[in-house]
């Protein structure tokens, strides 16, 4: 089976959420014995020296990447408002990286490709020019659904209006795309409802983030408590909108519940203002070296977000490491998860503060969680299962 995968961002390493999926998928595809190619954009955003990978994923792969500038430009957004075109998704668009794919179309036949997220999609139409192959769309959220929650939330008037315009061209484009391929891979069941509700008419399968355990080793006698953590990117809107939430709500009440609590932040991109805040236990840590084992060093892990879709691959790394996971009912939508048993779910202030309290008063609850939590991902993310299951649809497309 060969396959090519697209992918908006350079998968090395596997750090965040999108690279984790994207990489995890090329890996059980790999050990099941599929051939894999993978054309990514390389953004100046999250730009990575190609020269600087040493993976073994990478050495297995035929790889191909196009840098490309995708940072917003005051030109170009004011005159895309007189376009069609959706401006969030044209950025990632150059006629020398669609060029580039039609010379890898021409050299090789592939059976199947995964347009991995919507960020890719605007090279289709190079695709379908130039392969037979079978193509997947890959959804690892419902992008629109993003924006639009992120307009509603937006109290300065003018911006907010930008963001509803923004959301709207999405949505229109978006929903344009699905039936434009052979079959759609939905991230979680309620994505793909909502996929069935805009229209689609293909056939749509549920392949939730799949995780290597091997990777996630638990040593229960680093764990520092009482300790609670948050782990994300801070240049994603919803991470800093959801923690400037936490921090300020929150936090203060929190903080006067123990004086040895300790509330760390990691993540890349922390704006400066989250090093001004007055509080003593609240500490910043930055971008951490390793993530699994930074995870591995605290107790408790706090996911306050109040907007977004998909499913949050940092919740899932975290239910691997036996974490207790304290998370709105936004972060855990899309988990097979049940509310006090291996996760705990909060959307208020008032929510918050019992389950962290519930939390710090018995000790054995955080480790109760935890224990689930591991059961539930295996029995939910195990990679070797979820690749197994794609690979057969891959032969399914295939064979007609």
Known sequence: MKALILSNRVPFPPTSGYPIVVYNTMKGLLNLGAEITLFCINPNSHRIDVDDIYDPVFEQIKFHSFELDTEVNLWDAFFNIFSNDSYNVSRFYDDDAAKMLENLLRETEFDVIQFEGLFVVPYLDTVKQYSNAKLIY???????????????????????????FLARRLKTYETEQFNRFHRIFAISEPDRHNILQFGCEIPIDVFPVALDFEKYLIDISKTSFPTLFHIGAMDWRPNKEGLEWFIEEIWPDIEKLNSELRFYIAGKRIQRHFYEYDSENLVIEGEVFDAVEFMNSKAIMIVPLLSGSGMRVKIIEGMAMKKCIIATSFAAEGLNCKNGYDILIADTPDEFYRCILQCLTRPNRWRELGENARKTVERDHDLRGISKRMLNVYTQLVNG
Do not use: G, K, M
């Open 138 to 164: 890959r959804a690892h959220n419902i992008v629109f659904d993003v924006w639009e929650r992120l307009a509603n939330s937006e109290r300065f008037t003018p911006r907010r209006r930008y963001l509803q």
